[in-house]
């Protein structure tokens, strides 16, 4: 019975770039889960003390589960608060076949958020998502 696999964890989400890393200090980096069957529901949040380097688009590393098809555009995590972008991210999408997220600059445009749009230096950076994706 699939509503027998339950399941609730934590993970350790991290900023990425898809060219190279950024270096980051976090003053809170929390990722909670909760799995039932092949749908897992999470929660996010990251607070940046300092940032420096990395290049490329920036995205969310970690998620406790590789996701499963979904679509053509993968499973759409919904925004909470985001706080000291240099210009605020608008989506923030799973794609099939990772365990990362991907930021949306602009939904208008689906234009990839560039690993400088997280600022430099202390600037407190802060986020919150939460969203539910299928898994493998």
Same mark, same amino acid.
């Given at each position: 019975n699939k509503l027998d696999d339950y399941e609730e964890g934590t993970f350790t989400p991290t900023y990425t770039g898809s060219t190279t890393n950024p270096t980051v200090g976090y003053s809170s980096q929390q990722g909670y889960y909760t799995r039932i069957g092949n749908t897992v529901h999470v929660s996010i949040r990251l607070t940046t003390t300092s940032v420096s380097g990395g290049s490329g688009y920036v995205g969310i590393t970690g998620l406790p589960f590789t996701s499963?098809?979904?679509?053509?555009?993968? /499973?759409?995590?919904?925004?909470?608060?985001?706080?000291? &972008?240099?210009?605020?991210?608008?989506?923030?999408?799973? &794609?099939? /076949?990772? /365990?990362?997220?991907?930021?949306?600059?602009?939904?208008?445009?689906?234009?990839?958020?560039?690993?400088?749009?997280?600022?430099?230096?202390?600037?407190? /950076?802060?986020?919150t998502i939460s969203g539910t994706y299928l898994a493998v």
């Open positions: 499963a098809l979904f679509g053509s555009t993968g /499973n759409c995590f919904s925004k909470g608060f985001v706080y000291a &972008w240099a210009t605020d991210p608008e989506t923030f999408v799973c &794609w099939t /076949n990772t /365990n990362s997220i991907f930021i949306y600059q602009s939904d208008a445009a689906n234009t990839s958020a560039s690993v400088s749009a997280l600022g430099t230096g202390a600037n407190n /950076n802060y986020t």
